[in-house]
């Protein structure tokens, strides 16, 4: 599928079901010990190397943002769907939420100390990862930190039904985490940290820490560093 149409695909599709969403995922992390547990580190990894700004991209209704500040953290959502970025809104009053897509980041280079895509990289087909981590590395400084979270396996599934029985038209991609961070390697990160794990966020999940190297792509290995 072209990127434009899998975008505005997944754009309608999130609108379609963003307040059945916001209501399955709003305790989602009450269940989660161990992602709650990675935010914690995440947040306490920016806050030590000087604070900043954080964009939570592909944000949804705002959870991880809120939680993120309320770990201490200069966060604001960006996410595709214009009826997600209004249910945030709407949940966090006060908080900063904006329309907008990971592939075009409108932010000033090397103007976020972090960067958070919880689960928003899996509608990315392969072909537009590499361009949405070079995105990532044009806003983030260098040493800051990206945290991904995605869905581990192989393949992609259309996902045409979701959250209160909305009918949606929208692809699933699941990754290696050897795979996805070959791909933040080349793109000019160096990763820190993984784990896999099965919670209710997914049947089997990855959690990845990369910091951006100042210097661009390089080729550290990962399996030496990963837990």
Known sequence: ?????????????????????????????SETPYERSALALFAELVLA???????????????????LRGLGVD???????????ETARREHPGLRFEVGSMTELDLPAASLA???????????PDQGIGPVLAHF?????????VLLGFHVGDGSRLKTRGYGGHPMKVLVHRRQPAQ????????GFTVEA?????????????????RRRPDGPGTEGFLSRST
């Open 1 to 29: 599928m072209e990127m434009e149409g899998c975008l505005a695909d997944t754009r309608a599709s999130y609108d379609a079901v963003a307040a059945d969403y916001a209501a399955q995922v709003r305790d989602l992390l």
């Open 114 to 124: 972090g960067l958070v895509a919880w689960y928003s990289l899996i509608h990315i």
């Open 194 to 210: 993984h784990m896999t794990l099965t919670s209710a966020e997914s049947s089997l999940g990855a959690i990845v820490f990369a």
């Open 49 to 67: 190397s000087g604070g900043g700004q954080v964009a939570d991209v592909g944000c949804g209704p705002g959870r991880i943002t809120a939680h």
């Open 75 to 85: 966060a604001f959502g960006i996410d595709l769907s214009p009826g997600m970025v």
């Open 137 to 145: 590395r044009r806003v983030v400084r260098p040493g800051g930190l």
């Open 180 to 187: 996805v961070a070959a791909r933040l390697d080349g793109a």
